[in-house]
């Protein structure tokens, strides 16, 4: 086991392995930019960043769900395959070290998504009640793909939906989201220099004024957006900007983000919503619905945990189920989801479903240490 890992680890790295999860072997210095594109703002802003010789830029790793799968897609491994980990990952952070030990399983294939989902989540809950056991635990789950469903049935242009997509979990920028879709903001008026052509749709007169700003300035259009791209982006944005949600859908929205309910009257909350709201979320639903069965299959007492609308993680590459397991205060314990975009967004030739999770190993330690 390495040097500093918890005493427990040896133990762990057992466990894990009763899982029929092989381990993997993941190098410590990283290519960046799958981080910096596809973490999240989260986690880029705590990433330690080198260059190699030749002007590569590296990272330590900072978590090891990316690397894993682009190991898989690198070694062209058939599916459905499972990995395990365990060793340190290197990320700046408010509380705690900036080094610290992280273990978890990645599932890449598994056809029955419902199942995959609560074994992820089973496999988690288990592993923890193991190694900090007689601990109250609190688990919270969410559902990118059920919020995606709701913000496409309130009938909003594909620009504010990714805007409100990229916002799941974060619930400040949330708020401000729903604050601009209730009424105007005179705080974001464009600039009086180009909001004349923006208030008639004029494209081509925005596109040669800024075209001749640029010439007048000295700006080169190779070390930046062009005109057409400049022009492109505020035109949506002000399209953006005008948008307003109708008060019905508007109350739809904020209802559906304060549901806050028992695993076990999920399903019911969620179709009440539904067909009160009248939106059409039924293939959200249905996989939502046959988690939760999956779930009670594997023996999971539903009661004790909790489903939350608007909760999810700051990774931008989760696209169903997210959950976190917590033993009070001290952050999660674990914590993972589905994320079934990033395999190809990595470069597999064809889309491979995939969930995981994640261990604090670190903030297991502190608890076990507790009284």
């Not at 509380?95 to 056809?111: K, R, S, W």
């Amino acid at each position: 086991m390495q040097l500093g890992a918890p005493v427990f680890a040896a133990d762990l790295a057992r466990a894990l392995d009763a899982l029929q999860a092989p381990r993997a072997d993941i190098p410590v210095i990283q290519p960046a930019e799958p981080f910096l594109d596809m973490a999240g703002e989260d986690l880029r802003r705590r990433i330690f960043l080198t260059e190699s010789e030749t002007g590569e830029s590296l990272c330590l790793r900072p978590e090891f769900t990316i690397p894993v799968c682009r190991a898989h897609i690198a070694e062209n491994v058939a599916t459905p395959r499972r990995y395990s980990y365990l060793g340190q990952v290197f990320r700046q952070r408010r509380e705690g070290g900036n080094e610290f030990y992280q273990a978890g399983v990645e599932d890449l294939g598994e056809a029955d998504e419902a199942r995959a989902d609560a074994r992820a989540l089973s496999e988690a809950r288990a592993l923890i009640a193991q190694f900090a056991p007689r601990r109250e635990l609190v688990i919270l789950l969410g559902d990118q793909s059920v919020f995606e469903a709701v913000v496409a049935g309130l009938g909003l242009p594909s620009g504010w939906q990714k805007r409100l997509i990229h916002a799941f979990g974060n619930e400040a920028a949330l708020d401000a989201m729903i604050a601009r879709l209730a009424g105007p903001d005179a705080s974001i008026a464009p600039d009086p220099s180009v909001a004349g052509f923006l208030a008639v749709g004029d494209a081509a007169g925005l596109e040669a004024y800024i075209e001749g700003v640029m010439q007048d300035t000295g700006y080169s259009t190779n070390a930046s957006r062009s005109p057409a791209e400049i022009t492109a982006r505020l035109m949506d944005k002000q399209s953006l900007d005008a948008t307003r949600l109708p008060p019905a859908s508007l109350d739809a929205l904020k209802t559906f983000l304060a549901l806050d309910v028992p695993l076990d009257r999920a399903g019911q909350v969620l179709a009440e919503f539904a067909d009160h709201a009248g939106l059409d979320i039924g293939a959200a639903r249905k996989q939502f619905e046959a988690r939760l069965a999956a779930l009670s299959d594997r023996g999971e007492d539903l009661s004790v945990m909790r489903w939350r609308a608007a909760f999810g993680r700051p990774l931008d590459y989760y696209t169903g189920l997210v959950f976190e397991i917590s033993a009070g205060e001290g952050g999660a314990l674990a914590g993972g989801g589905r994320y079934d975009r990033l395999m190809t967004l990595l470069g597999a030739q064809a889309p491979i479903p995939a969930v995981g999770f994640s261990l604090w190993l670190d903030r297991i330690e502190a608890v076990r240490a507790q009284p």
